[in-house]
Each structure stands twice: as C-alpha cells, then as structure tokens.
C-alpha cells in the first residue's frame, strides 16, 4: 500500500509540474501516464488472480500509451521521448512474463511496473528543462 501511496504522490507532482511549466510533449506525456495509471488501477485483475496470466486489458493500456509516447516521439524536436517510448517498450515486452516457466506472479507485476519511476524522473527533468530554456529565451529548453 505505501508504494502505491508514494507512485501517485510522485506521479501527481511530476505531472501538475509538467502542465503548468512543460511545453506541448511534456503535457501530452503526463497526460498519457495520468490516465494510463488509472485505466490500469480500474481494469486490473481481482487481487486473487493478479499477475497470475497476462493482464490483456493492461497490456492495452500500456500499448496505448506506447502509441502515444511513439507520436510525441516523432512529432517533437526533442531526444528524452525517445527514453521514454523504449522503457514503455520494455513495460510492454514484461507482460510477456507468464509465459517464461516458473515466473512469479509478484514478479511480473514488479516488473510491468517498475519502469514508471525512471519514466517520471526523466519527465521531470524534461520538464525542469524546457523551464530553464523558456526563462533563458530558447525555444526547446534542450
């Protein structure tokens, strides 16, 4: 429960960060995981059956997000979307987990989610950025 409290702690500061001092991708970006995080929260498994066989509609979610990190990616002038879509990537290639042998549930589960944390620290400092290059007079803040 304690790490759940501190991700939405954590996701709510980078994100409130990214609308009111990101430019256009940080906001698009925050906005995806925003509502990627509580698609996931809504359509995961019973706690009894978590993580027991591929959670489809997550990994949909998260494909979706991939799709959105992708589009940024290609649209922006920017290079740190690029971290972003491969660890969304990797998010992804995790739900692949059930079907190795003798993989723990907990294990996946850890595993899909563990790349959220170094996806917001790159967002945040993203973000820090683009607020420094705003404030010095260059557009891209890079």
């Not at 994100?15 to 001092?21: D, G, K, N, T």
């Not at 970006?29 to 925003?34: H, K, N, S």
């Amino acid at each position: 429960m304690i790490r759940q409290l501190i991700y939405g702690a954590l996701m709510w500061a980078v994100c409130l960060y990214a609308f009111f001092r990101g430019g256009w991708a940080e906001r698009v970006i925050a906005g995806g995981i925003l509502v990627a995080t509580y698609l996931t929260v809504l359509l995961l498994s019973p706690l009894a059956t978590r993580f027991q066989v591929v959670e489809l509609p997550v990994m949909l979610v998260d494909t979706v997000l991939l799709c959105v990190l992708v589009a940024v990616s290609l649209t922006s002038e920017k290079f740190w979307p690029l971290w972003l879509t491969a660890m969304q990537g990797l998010t992804i290639l995790s739900h692949l987990a059930p079907y190795v042998p003798h993989v723990l549930p907990w294990a996946y589960g850890n595993a899909v989610a563990v790349w959220i944390y170094p996806m917001l620290l790159i967002l945040a400092i993203a973000v820090h950025r683009h607020h420094l290059g705003t404030r010095a007079g260059t557009s891209s803040g890079d």
